[in-house]
């Protein structure tokens, strides 16, 4: 399997050739994409790429970002928010099914006006109400399991 065709997967066990001309972002897709440490294996030697030019794009900002504080950290949560406000929770589950108790028991998740689901790898006949939540879109996977599917839920008086 190639880097590109891997990345957005997760795999147990991943090898990842240390040719030449591999870029940055390359390296840090291909090994990033084992779950555990002990699941990554590399092949050949390995030669850090080289550091990014100095007018790089994306160097430039995090200097910038850096001398101007542009953006400030602030977290609120929606239980705790004061006021009426629609909120909208998007979480990639990784399976509704096994994270469906989570989600049901989690104060955040139930605060939102609308909670939005991917990689449900739902089936059609799988029952995944939410007390108090309405399901508005839903996409399942066809015939087997796989890292697909959406869901889609609004609070009922909305």
């Known amino acids: 399997m190639t880097i590109y065709k891997s990345q957005g997967g997760t795999y147990e066990k991943v090898v990842v050739n240390l040719k030449k001309g591999t870029t940055r ?19 050949g030697d390995f030669v850090p790429p080289k550091p990014p030019e100095h007018n790089d794009s994306v160097t ?5 970002m850096r001398s101007e ?7 609120e949560f929606t239980e705790e928010s004061q ?13 509704l099914n096994k994270n469906i108790l989570d989600v049901k028991s989690d104060k955040t998740f139930l605060s939102a006006s609308m909670i939005s ?16 939540f309405k399901i508005v879109h839903r996409r399942d996977c066809n015939d087997i ?9 609004l609070k009922n008086h909305l």
């Open 25 to 43: 972002s390359e390296l840090y897709v291909a090994c990033s994409r084992s779950i555990k440490a002990s699941g990554l294996y590399l092949i």
């Open 60 to 64: 430039m900002m995090f200097k910038t």
């Open 69 to 75: 504080r542009m953006i400030k950290f602030s977290l």
């Open 83 to 95: 006021g009426e406000r629609f909120s909208v929770i998007f979480h990639n589950v990784q399976s």
């Open 117 to 132: 689901l991917v990689e449900t790898w739902t089936k059609p006949s799988d029952s995944l109400e939410i007390e108090g």
């Open 145 to 153: 399991r796989k890292p697909f599917g959406q869901i889609t839920y």
